[in-house]
């Protein structure tokens, strides 16, 4: 363990937010020289117009604000995904909302999409001082919104001309209604407006950003197919599989288990890599896959990899694991490329896709 981890050891004293905003501060305070992504060629993953220099990325909901986007990046992540951010302030769910489930290596939260809005997002990501690395922006709907497709929308128009991607969240279960986003004809219809909004960001910016969506672990496999076709024919460029799940099964933190809100973490690992190598299935090469849930070592992003994903996010880990995870997962997928003779991360890709998608139900 890492002088860095049992530092940030002292923060897991605190109730769970407490601690995650005492983190945040002090990665702020941190300003480090420049992005530290790791310097092996073999680690690079091209996708979405992007060189990413390492295919391990921090999760949305980390760095809600973009305060810490520097620090995050000199720890070692190949790139950082910001927010979920709504266009509007608003304060979440009633306190307490976020539990530890030690026992499980998993996170409940029921957050609710606690933002500071477009303008505070855009403030500090503008006071950034290195401006260098990949980060990408998870745009959100507001609670009370009359129009959150809108939401959406604004969120392309707000961002699109500075985020390296978008990830638009239609799958967190903790803003009531937000997953009936993910039903076909609905999400039709968002995935047209994001298309015609990025188009006019790319008139003015000449540059058009990849747009991806976030969904559900909890789907199944009919609607799995339907959202991928439907992203497919949006034209949108890819999938983050995937979200927090509400399902409990297997949980062995008792106390915890009935609180609402979405699990996070090793409970979501099998279903989310199954759920990835069946839309690699599904999808074909083209689509970019990123792979979320569970995510905390080395064979675990191997894994994530070698089932269909292009890239992989991690949160819940740094919880348990501390700041010096991504650099041992780097320093881990580099020691297992020279085991499997392989030349390159991509060479792993789709390896054991047909062995994860059996294990995805179909019925």
Request: charged share 20%; proline share 6%; glycine share 12%.
């Amino acid at each position: 363990m890492s002088l860095l981890d049992r530092a940030a050891g002292l923060f897991r004293l605190f109730e769970p937010e407490a601690g995650h905003a005492l983190a945040i501060r002090a990665l702020r305070a941190w300003h480090p020289r420049a992005p530290h992504g790791g310097d092996d060629p073999r680690l690079r993953v091209e996708r979405l117009g992007l060189r990413f220099p390492n295919p391990i990325g921090l999760a949305a909901g980390f760095d809600k604000g973009g305060e810490a986007t520097d620090a995050m990046l000199a720890l070692g992540f190949g790139f950082v995904e910001v927010g979920t951010v709504t266009p509007l302030p608003q304060p979440g769910n009633p306190k307490p909302r976020l539990f530890r489930l030690p026992a499980d290596y998993a996170v409940i939260n029921r957050l609710g999409f606690n933002s500071r809005g477009h303008a505070a997002l855009a403030a500090n990501l503008a006071r950034r001082r290195n401006q260098t690395g990949l980060v990408g922006i998870n745009i959100g709907a507001n609670k009370e919104s009359a129009d959150r497709i809108g939401d959406y929308v604004a969120g392309v128009l707000r961002f699109g001309a500075e985020a390296a991607w978008l990830t638009a969240n239609i799958s967190s279960p903790n803003t009531p209604g937000l997953r009936d986003l993910q039903a076909e004809a609905t999400l039709r219809a968002l995935l047209s407006r994001l298309a015609e909004a990025r188009e006019r960001v790319a008139a003015v910016s000449g540059r058009r950003t990849p747009l991806l969506v976030k969904i559900a672990p909890d789907l199944d496999d009919a609607q799995l197919q339907a959202v991928i076709q439907a992203v497919r024919d949006s034209g949108c460029d890819g999938l983050v599989i995937g979200n927090t799940t509400v399902e409990r099964t297997g949980l062995r933190e008792t106390g915890l288990a009935n609180e609402s809100g979405g699990v996070s973490g090793r409970p979501l690992f099998p279903r989310s890599t199954a759920m990835i190598a069946r839309a690699r299935e599904l999808a074909g090469p083209g689509l970019v896959l990123v792979g979320a849930g569970g995510v905390e070592s080395a064979g675990t992003a191997w894994t994530k990899i070698a089932a269909g994903a292009d890239l992989v996010q991690l949160y819940t880990a740094l919880f348990y694991e501390g700041p010096s995870l991504p650099r041992r997962i780097v320093a881990g997928l580099r020691a297992r490329l020279d085991a499997a003779g392989l030349p390159a991360i991509g060479a792993l890709r789709d390896s054991e896709t047909a062995r994860w998608a059996a294990l995805w139900p179909k019925g």
